[in-house]
């Protein structure tokens, strides 16, 4: 009776070590210390009408291609800082309607968009994991034409915040999905920047069985809505 006792004792102990290793590999896999780049396109999604006397002036924006680049450094445990910059080419077609004209025009925006901010990772088991990040974010609008008037470049500061969740669904696919509020997430070419809330998802595949890189796509929804496709590098 003893040596069956000792067996299961012995048996039990090295599940209870397998299933731990096995959950701190999956958590190793959710770490925050990476660096993204991705291929981004950006839709700002307006259109709207400024009408003065007899003259109406349309704008309407059709999204274009860019580039995102992030990166996060894991410091202490699941603590961490994170940095993120997104470019992209953006059309504004305006139009300019009157009794005695009808003028169109095009011209491409450059759209800039950067983050920088701290947040904290809390691991629940050894496939969930949910965090939280506060940021600086920064807004910038380049070559910005109506029609034949130049507005020059606009741009704005604010803060953020996101709460996100990532799930290890399989040892080489994740999951994750986000909130984002951000107090410059809005444009309009009349009132400027204004606050918005986005939300997001992101799959990752970690290629060839390597925990080191991972192929990824993305979608953010809101004023200005992104998809993204590209690596991440971990460390």
Known sequence: ??????????????TLIIGLTVQHAQAENL????????????????????????????LKT?????????????????????????????????????????????????????????????PLGGRWLVYSRVTWDHVDVDNLQLGPVSLGNDDDDGTGAEVGLRWQLLPSLELQGYGQYSSVGKYDVDDGFDDDALGGIKIRWNAFGSEDLAFQMGYQHGDMKSYTLGMRFIF
């Open 62 to 122: 059709d999204d274009d291609r860019g580039y995102r680049v992030a990166a996060a450094w894991q410091f202490f445990r699941g603590f961490h800082v994170f940095g993120e910059f997104e470019k992209a080419e953006n059309i504004f077609k305006t139009r300019l309607t009157g009794p005695l004209l009808d003028i169109t025009n095009s011209e491409k925006v450059d759209v800039t968009r950067s983050r920088l901010g701290a947040g904290y990772g809390l």
């Open 1 to 14: 009776m003893g040596r069956g006792m000792g067996r299961r004792s012995a048996i039990l102990a090295l």
């Open 31 to 58: 770490r925050f210390t990476f660096i993204d780049v991705e291929y981004l396109r950006l839709d700002i999604d307006k259109k709207e009408s400024i009408t003065s006397g007899s003259d109406t002036l349309t």
